[in-house]
């Protein structure tokens, strides 16, 4: 999995998928009544990528027991709107177990990681995109995500998520700003703050215009040359920084090595 293996997939990414996910207002609903997301947003960030490191590099052991444990936690997240979020009225379900749900989140850290590793660190020929593509779908599974919901190829799922960007569903609702908000500006762990400036600029510039719009995020001509240039400055930075950062996020006992 070399996109995964790139530090800046997870750096510069992890800012933009979360958006991306949130933007559906189920998953911002999810977010925001069943997290501690105001205190805990970057130390849950973390222990989510070393979870897909285990899952990419670690045992089959390993990478299914760090299954199991994702797919526990999305089965205690459920609940019931109470205002209206979107196109969705108050007192619609909602759980992280629905599949529609797990897929839209899957799909916004497949699509992020792609775009950062071929913007930033160099283009994938097409069986090296279908073969990055296939694994994610294994780790999707892991994580609880059917099989019959995940797009069988890339041009498959470049379709839904046109589809999805271009639909009546995602929408940014007030439960999303929030979340953006903490994103933005909460402290980074101490080893991260040196790369404040490429993860905010990433945020922005590698969401889809629209929705970037929508959040409220500025994107000039000078943003656009600032970023190949931020990340660069990650490149150099960011493996020791990310691993110092992992060290104070610990996973939860049943996902260490």
Known sequence: ?????????PFLGGGPAVLLQIAHPLVAAGVVQHSDYQRDLWRRLVRTLRALYLIAF???AEAERVGGVVRAVHSRVAGTTKTQLGRFPPGTT?????????????AALVHCSLRVYERFVQPLGRE????????MALVGELFGTPASVIPPALADFREYFR??????????TQPARR???????ADLPAPMRVLVPAHRLAMAGLLPAPLREEYGLRWTPL?????????RSVKA??????FAAGRMAPLPESLAA
């Open 237 to 242: 930075a960011a493996t020791p920084d990310l």
């Open 94 to 106: 909602y759980s992280a177990s629905d599949p529609e749900l797990m897929l839209w989140v899957h």
């Open 163 to 172: 589809s999805e960007l271009a639909g009546p569903t995602l929408a940014i």
């Open 179 to 185: 979340v953006a908000a903490v994103l933005h500006e």
């Open 58 to 60: 670690g045992t089959k």
């Open 1 to 9: 999995m070399r996109v995964g293996n790139s530090p800046l997939t």
């Open 223 to 231: 943003h656009e040359l600032a970023l190949p240039l931020a990340a």
């Open 128 to 135: 090296e995109e279908e073969r990055y593509y296939g694994e």
